[in-house]
């Protein structure tokens, strides 16, 4: 679109809009260093909560089963998903459409659903709930995210770069391993990510498949924001938007530097 | 070595449409290409050119027929086992890998050494004048300088037969010209095969030692491009290539390979070359390239010999084109500008009389199609 | 050698691997079977699992008996749950609206903003999507409780001295619901307005329209796709919604999200409960459908 210069009120709008997304966060950060426990208001400048929060040995589990569900579940989902996303720009096959319709489910059905209906699964299978069934899970919502948007940056691919390959003697596998995968590997590593964060970020999923011992950081989180308002959570949230903050400037960066 | 370099034999492509009927691309071509030799096939899109070439690469396999490469059946034989390299119209570079890798790529895939490697990526980059540009990737190239590492890429491979598909598409029209005498001078000096796709004539013209003329999946004529283009054996390729008039007529009379047609339209006999057998009674078309008929204030020959009125004429620089009322039929004729002037009585008016002298030799006579 | 004898050979050379690598059939069947496998077992299955449970009991302890019945869903028509229904889609749709309302200007700004402010603006609208949502509720529980910041701050600018005692109210949820959701009617609702070439505008106001027009007639139909993508994206997770009516509603507002949950966890009515996440699912499906089919999926949905 247009570079014109935008009206003035529109430009203001915009401001107070960003205001009203950041203002919040930044309230998250300040009040983190707060002295006060019931952190109503400012009353001095403490390092103490992160302190607190760093001997939380309940954090400190959830910290550690929510990285360990994130990183299984996203190497699981970047695989299948991406074959998936291969096939289903490159490849015709019987059950296409059916294939393709069932990658959006996890957009069209409320995630609730998807909760109960998984936690229902395990209980009738009779599989203990725990980090296995929360994983199992994420692994089934994220393989449909990624082979979007991997699918997403294989349309426009040039087949003819393949064919290149094979043409100066690379065998299938070869090929793939040589050149589609190091052209689609932006597109990968973006499903990776998302996968990721996505992981990372769920609270109801993991809600209906945890059990016993499997709190995850939002499961953790939650109990501690349903029961109290302290500065803890604060610092706990603060260092949760720093990471995000750091790891997306980094992908930001890295690629802005391909383009 | 087989008798020739690459060889179809009776070849056909289908493919299923999206709506599910069957397409022949390809429909019983037959070709031999010799060694060394620089084989052109052109054709508008979808004439089948570029499934051939695929076919010959590996890309595609033949539905029916046999694809035989310096003597050996290729049958199902993947791409990477076959002696050929192509240059793709995309040139499809690979662009996480700098212009060295992509050329050292199909070297590396052979097991060539190191020390091998180097010498022939160096010498393949000199000879595309790419020297020192190896550490280069491929967006910070222009489009000239990728079309070039394409080639250096599949040249390396030193193939028996290197195919382009259209290598010079996407290049603006100077830079054709120039890559157009350079792709030659490059074959002639390496002595490879070239099979080589395009839709442009001249191109096609300027280049090649031989040429397929293609349609609808079919060889239409196959021979030197002074054969093609003054000699054509069908209406579609004397129209295809160059310009031509056609006038639609009856055979009156065959008498060696001469014939006599009665053109309707002018009430008039004309005679002419058939280029293929014909009888008294066939319906045929003639065919008078534009630059072969002659513009006389006065009927200089007997035969073949008739008045017309000019409609218009446009001054082109090298030629003026003038178009003719010829009894009610419209002809063209482009006339070389030998002297130089600025008299505007030296070039044809509108409603000027003018004769017309269509020479027998000039005048082709082509089935009707 | 003939056409004959040459398939006679390929024959010969008959192999698993030769077959598969020339039927690409087979190929795109071996890429997707992982994806296909496992969303059969951990998707599709779970959600027929419900489809079954929804028409069976509940045991007297809780547990399911089974036994084929539809009372479950004739008891949905109960008042009580009629209510709950209208509710949420209330909730539902008052947040799309307002996402739309607030979100579209935004979108607008920066796909016209020079490119290079634009990767800027994105992604600062994406760093709060990213970060945790739980905490993002947190923060506005902080601002909104009674003798919170927000009350503080209107004391301070002397506006008013009592509170305004938002939390726990359906204001608090819809504010937390719209703080929620915006980015993701803002990234598609982008999208499709970045595509709108200059020449387009400039065509429209060449032909005599006047800046609001031009918007009206052209820029708004035009970015149609990205506010049903959005709309799309913002509904579905709304209508399913119970951490945020759970965290900011109190006990006054249940959606049918809370209601799934508590047959689930609390009220142990399994049947009950699978038949309640039919309807929801059956009102989402219905409403993407109805959507879909005006518009189809585009790629805002991929952003």
Known sequence: MSEKKPPVWLRVYTFIAYLYIYIPILILIIFSFNTMKLNVRWQGFTLSWYNVLFHDSQVLLATRNTLIIAFVSTIVATIIGTLAALAMQRYHFPGYNASETVMYIPIVIPEVVMGIALLVFFVMIKFTLGLVTIALSHIAFNIPFVALVVRARLHGYDKSIDEAAMDLGANEMTTFWRVTLPTIMPGVLSGALLAFTLSLDDYVITYFTAGPGSTTLPLRVFSMVRFMVTPEVNALSTIWVLIVFIVLLIGQIAQSRRA | MGEFAVELRDVVKKFITPEGSELAAVNHVTMQIRHGEFFSMLGSSGCGKTTTLRMIAGFEWPTEGEIYIDGVAMGHTPPYQRTVNTVFQSYALFQHMNVFQNVAFGLEMEGVSKDETKKRVGRALEMVQLTGMDRRFPKQLSGGQQQRVALARALVKTPKVLLLDEPLGALDLKLRKEMQLELKALQQELGITFIYVTHDQEEALTMSDRIAVMSLGRVLQMGPAVEIYERPTSRFVADFIGESNFLEGKVKSVSGDQAVVVIPAWNEDLTGIAMTQVKVGDDVAVSIRPEKIRLTEDARIKENCIEGSVVSSTYIGSDTHVYLDVRGQRVKVWEQNRISTLDPRAYYQKGQKVWLSLMMENTLVLPRD | ?303
């Open chain 3, 1 to 303: 050698m003939t056409t004959a004898q040459a398939t006679e050979k390929s024959v010969k050379k008959f192999s698993l691997l030769k077959v598969f690598r020339e039927s690409r059939v087979a190929q795109g069947l071996l890429l997707i079977s992982p994806a296909n496998i496992y969303l059969f077992l951990f998707m599709i299955l779970p959600l027929i699992l419900v489809t079954v449970l929804s028409f069976l009991s509940r045991g007297t302890y809780g547990d399911v008996v089974f036994q084929f019945n539809i009372t479950n869903y004739t008891r949905l028509f109960d008042p009580l749950y009629g209510k709950i229904f209208i509710y949420s889609l209330e909730v539902g749709l008052a947040t799309t609206v307002l996402s739309i309302l607030i979100g579209y200007p935004l979108a607008y700004y920066i796909a016209r903003a020079p490119a290079r402010q634009r990767s800027l603006l994105l992604f600062l609208i994406l760093v709060p999507f990213w970060t945790n949502f739980i905490i993002r509720i947190y923060a506005w529980i902080m601002i909104l409780r009674a003798g919170g910041l927000l009350d503080a701050f209107l004391e301070w600018a002397h506006i008013t001295q009592h509170s305004l005692n938002l939390l726990y109210s359906p204001t608090a949820v819809l504010i937390g619901m719209v703080y929620e959701f915006l980015p993701f009617m803002v990234l598609p609702l982008y999208t499709s307005l970045e595509k709108i070439e200059n020449s387009i505008l400039e065509a429209a106001a060449d032909l005599g329209a006047p800046p609001w027009r031009v918007f009206l007639r052209v820029t708004l139909p035009l970015s149609v796709p990205g506010m049903i993508a959005g709309t799309i994206l913002v509904f579905i997770p709304a209508m399913g919604m119970f951490v945020i009516p759970d965290l900011m509603g109190g006990a006054k507002t249940i959606l049918i999200g809370n209601v799934i949950r508590n047959q689930f966890l609390t009220a142990r009515d399994w049947p009950f409960g699978a038949a309640s996440s039919m309807i929801l699912m059956l009102l989402t499906m219905v409403f993407t459908l109805y959507y879909t089919r005006k518009a189809g999926f585009g790629e805002e949905l991929l952003v």
